[in-house]
């Protein structure tokens, strides 16, 4: 199977319902479908200096939240970047070429500062959701992607919506009886990362990595109290979420008790929606 037109997806659930799972099984199942994460996207930007990267980046190492214009900002210039999405006319950046001033007449250091300082103006000056009316975006099915981390209440969709149409929301559901059979039975080797659960793939000795053997912990977020209060708070800022999306007709909801039960039905629509039998 191929997807046929551009797949704009976003996966919605609550903590523990294997949204991580389901978009590993989405992303291995459909080679043309990027994984776009708005933290990612991030950090490579401070990684990489570019003019958001070096605006954020005592943000997030301060632990603060990035704006919502900034990450918006972002998703659109790496949608532009990939070119899935071109803007009508001529870029609105400016560099140092286009300011006919060089390296030479100024040395690489104050240039890459003026670079910096002029494309930062430019990208600060321009408004996501205005650049985005100049732009079209393509729907060929190499402009597929999966956006993870973004949005998460309703004001943020209706901002995404004007720069990128998202056509598939797909809310995920099990029992919160069985989120948090899920949580409470939860253990962890620390140094690896590797996850074990009493109640599915448990520890071939209670309590010991079956690599190291090394003793496994809970996390501290795993208690009841504190998965009940993460719990409420996703339920309180999710349902305008998903009610913003189900006005626009892009919501489907799929149910189960575990992730494998879900995969198949998400496969099968997903398929229905955006792919078509290979010959």
Known sequence: MRLRKAA????????????????????????QLAHLSSGDLLRHNVKTRTPLGIKVESTMKSGGLVSDDLILRLIRNELSTRGWLKRDGPSPIMTLSSRSISSSSLGKI????????????????????????????????????LLDGFPRTAVQAAQLDDIVPINLVVSLKTPFSVMLDRISGRWVHEPSGR?????????????????????????ADDSEAVYRARFNKFEETSAPLLEHYARQGVLWEVEGL??????????????????TAQR
């Open 8 to 31: 704009r997806v976003i996966l919605v659930g609550a903590p523990g319902v294997g949204k991580g799972t389901q978009s590993e099984r989405l992303l291995g199942r459909f080679p």
């Open 110 to 145: 104050e240039a890459d500062r003026v670079e910096a300082e002029a494309e930062m103006a430019t990208f600060m000056s321009t408004d996501a959701s205005a650049s985005a009316a100049h732009s079209s975006l393509s729907d060929d099915p190499s402009a597929s992607f």
């Open 195 to 219: 996850v074990y659960n009493e109640s599915f793939n448990a520890p071939k000795v209670a309590g010991r990595d079956d690599l190291t053997g090394e003793p496994l912990v809970r996390r």
């Open 258 to 275: 575990s992730s494998d039960e879900i995969t198949p039905k998400l496969l099968a629509e997903f398929e229905k929606r955006f792919c």
